[in-house]
């Protein structure tokens, strides 16, 4: 399974390629009747749905990158180093 889909939140060590979300909100789709709420920020534990974990989002400075851990305690990134491959 690509860990990109699985659920809760993701980390950079989970995941294949560095991914930055920067929206503090959902996306809604709707179909028909139906509507879809999408996952934008990048937290949800059921993504790519929207769980309401994007409060945790709510705060950040739009000019600063950040990492979650499990507990959705946030740490601002200062540096990212990628390798080559
Ligand atoms: S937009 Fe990500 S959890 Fe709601």
Redesign the pocket.
Known sequence: MCPQFDSGPRHIHDMPRYVKFH?K??LLIEVSDKKI?I??????DNFPY?????KYSKDEDENKDYIYDENFNRKEIKNIVLGEE
């Open positions: 929206k909100g959902p709420w996952c934008m920020c990048g937290l949800s929207c769980s309401g974990k994007h």
